[in-house]
C-alpha cells in the first residue's frame, strides 16, 4: 500500500488546521499508566523497525520510486471518495515526492532500554518548514506499529524477572531460564506482522519460540545472525492429531515409537493429555522409564488442558492420588533426580515437562511458589506463552500516546500542552522541549527546556532526513535489557 495513506482520515487536513505561519511540530511517544500490577517501567523496542520497514523501505518503494503522477492521482482519489470533493489539495503530497525523502528527525534511547510511566522513549519533529505537517501526520502509523513490541517486550520482562528470582531461589541451572519461557502465541495475535513484532520482543528476553518468522525479523531489522548466536530455537514436539492417529489404544507405542525409533537422541516433546494424562504418568512411562533412562537425551511431557498450578504441582483436593501429586512428582516418583546444593529436587536429565496453555504471569508464579513449596526446583518445568499473555492487550495496557508539546509559528516557540479537566491525570502531557537525564540508572525527564538543554542528554538522534543515524542489534538489545535487573 502506498504509505501516505496509512494514517486516521481525521489527519488529512490538519495541514491547514494549525495556525498560518507554523513552521515545526515537536511531539514524543511516552508510556502513561500501567494497567499491569507492579509494573512501573516499560521497555522501548520497536521503532528501528518502524523506520527501516516503513520510513525507508515502503516509503522509498511505494511513494518515492512511484510515478509522482500515480501517487497523486490515488492520493487525490482517494480523499475525494472519502471526504467529498477534494479540499485538503494535494500540492503538499508533490512536494514531499519532488524532494524524495523523509524530512524528520526522531531522536530516542536504546532500544531495550526501560522508561519510568510518563518519560518519552522518543521525540520526533521535522526539519523543513513546509513539512510541519507530516510529524503528527505519522502518529498513527507510528502507533500502530510501535505500541504492540513495547508491550510485549516489558511482558516477556517480567517473565525473566519472575522466573530468574525463582531460579536463584532454588535451582542451580540459571542459564536453563533462557530456555523456560517459550513463545507458543503466533496462531493467535491479531496478524502475521503483530506475531512477528510481539515473538521478536520475547526473544529480547529468553531463546524459547515456536514463532519461526520473528528470527528472520530479527536477522533483517536488527543485526542478528542465526548462525553466529543464538537468537531462537525449539525441539521437535507432537501435536493432538499425531498422538490420534496413532489411536487411544496405541498411545503407548506411539510413545515407544517416538522416543526408540523417531527420536532415539536428543529432545523431543510428546503431548501427554489426548485422553489420559494420570495413565500415560503412571503406566506408560514407567512402563518406557528403561527406554527414556537409557536415552541420550530428554523425554518432555506436555499436559495440554486443565489448570496448570494443579496439573504441574498437584491439587490437594484431588479425586486421586496421581492428581493429587500433579505432573512433577509423579516424574520424580518414576525417574527420580538429584537434590541440589540449595536442597531442592531437580528431575534426571532424560526427563522433563512443559506446559504451553493458560499460562499467565500470576499462574507462573503460583506454580513456582508451589514447586519451592513441595521442594522441587523452578527449573523443572517449562512455560509455553500464549496469546494471552501477548494478544490481550491493547496500547491502553501502558498508556502510549504520540502527543505535541512544542511547536513554532512565525519564527516563535510555542510550548503546548493538554490537561483536560474531565481526565484522572492520565491525559495530561509534558510540555516544550525536551531532554532526558539518567540518575541512579533511571531516566528522569526534563521538558520545557532550552533548544539548546534539547541537544543534549540521554535522547540521541537515530534518524534523521531520510538517514538512519544508528542501529541497534539485537545482542545490543538483550545486553540493555539484561543490564536493567533481568
Known amino acids: 500500500m502506498n504509505p501516505i495513506l496509512l494514517t486516521d482520515g481525521y489527519k488529512l487536513d490538519h495541514r491547514r488546521q494549525y495556525p498560518k505561519g507554523t513552521t515545526m511540530v515537536y511531539s514524543n511517544w511516552t508510556p502513561r499508566r500501567s494497567r499491569i500490577e507492579g509494573v512501573e517501567e516499560v521497555v522501548f523496542f520497536g521503532l528501528q523497525y518502524f523506520l527501516k520497514k516503513y520510513v525507508l523501505e515502503d516509503f522509498e518503494r511505494h511513494f518515492f520510486q512511484q510515478p509522482k503522477e500515480r501517487v497523486l492521482a490515488q492520493y487525490q482519489r482517494r480523499v475525494n471518495c472519502y471526504l467529498g470533493e477534494n479540499s485538503v489539495g494535494i500540492q503538499h503530497i508533490a512536494d514531499l515526492h519532488d524532494l524524495g525523502y523523509i524530512p524528520m528527525v526522531f531522536k530516542a534511547i536504546p532500544e531495550g532500554c526501560s522508561v519510568p510511566l510518563r518519560v518519552p522513549m522518543f521525540t520526533m519533529y521535522n526539519t523543513l518548514p513546509e513539512f510541519f505537517w507530516l510529524t503528527n501526520y505519522f502518529e498513527t502509523l507510528l502507533s500502530a506499529m510501535v505500541w504492540l513490541p513495547c508491550n510485549s517486550a516489558t511482558i516477556a520482562r517480567q517473565y525473566r524477572l519472575l522466573l530468574d528470582r525463582y531460579a536463584a531461589e532454588t535451582s542451580t541451572q540459571p542459564d536453563f531460564v533462557d530456555w523456560q519461557a517459550h513463545d507458543f502465541s503466533m496462531r493467535g495475535m491479531g496478524g502475521i506482522e503483530g506475531a512477528l513484532l510481539s515473538g521478536a520482543a520475547h526473544l529480547l528476553s529468553f531463546t524459547g519460540t515456536d514463532t519461526i518468522p520473528a528470527i528472520?525479523?530479527?536477522?533483517?531489522?536488527?543485526?542478528?545472525?542465526?548462525?553466529?548466536?543464538?537468537?531462537?530455537?525449539?525441539?521437535?514436539?507432537?501435536?493432538?492429531?499425531?498422538?490420534?492417529?496413532?489411536?487411544?489404544?496405541?498411545?503407548?507405542?506411539t510413545f515407544r515409537r517416538l522416543i526408540s525409533e523417531v527420536y532415539p537422541t536428543g529432545i523431543v516433546s510428546i503431548v501427554s493429555d489426548t485422553w489420559d494424562l494420570w495413565k500415560v504418568l503412571t503406566e506408560f512411562l514407567p512402563a518406557l522409564r528403561e527406554d527414556i533412562a537409557g536415552r541420550n537425551g530428554k523425554v518432555v511431557i506436555r499436559p495440554d488442558s486443565g489448570d496448570p498450578v494443579l496439573i504441574l504441582c498437584g491439587n490437594p483436593d484431588g479425586a486421586t492420588e496421581p492428581e493429587r501429586k500433579g505432573v512433577v512428582e509423579l516424574l520424580w516418583d518414576t525417574f527420580g533426580g538429584q537434590i541440589n546444593s540449595k536442597g531442592y529436587k531437580e528431575l534426571a536429565s532424560c526427563i522433563g515437562t512443559i506446559y504451553g496453555d493458560s499460562i499467565t504471569l500470576e499462574r507462573a508464579e503460583q506454580i513456582c511458589e508451589r514447586l519451592k513449596i513441595k521442594g522441587f526446583a523452578s527449573t523443572n518445568v517449562v512455560l509455553g506463552i500464549g496469546s494471552f499473555t501477548y494478544q490481550y492487550n491493547t496500547r491502553d495496557t501502558f498508556g502510549f500516546a504520540m502527543k505535541a508539546t512544542y511547536g513554532e509559528v512565525n519564527g516563535e516557540g510555542r510550548a503546548i500542552f493538554k490537561d483536560p479537566v474531565t481526565d484522572d491525570g492520565t491525559k495530561k502531557s509534558a510540555k516544550g522541549l525536551m531532554q532526558l537525564r539518567k540518575e541512579n540508572g533511571r531516566y528522569h525527564l526534563l521538558d520545557e527546556v532550552s533548544r539548546e538543554e534539547e541537544k543534549?542528554?540521554?535522547?540521541?538522534?537515530?534518524?534523521?532526513?531520510?538517514?538512519?543515524?544508528?542501529?541497534?542489534?539485537?545482542?545490543?538489545i538483550r545486553k540493555n535489557i539484561r543490564h536493567q535487573g533481568v
Request: proline share 2%; net charge negative.
Open 216 to 253: 528472520d525479523l530479527l536477522e533483517q531489522y536488527y543485526g542478528a545472525d542465526a548462525e553466529r548466536e543464538l537468537i531462537g530455537g525449539s525441539v521437535p514436539a507432537t501435536e493432538h492429531s499425531v498422538m490420534c492417529m496413532g489411536t487411544a489404544t496405541g498411545e503407548q507405542e
Open 456 to 476: 543534549e542528554g540521554e535522547l540521541k538522534e537515530v534518524f534523521r532526513d531520510g538517514k538512519l543515524l544508528t542501529e541497534f542489534s539485537l545482542a545490543e
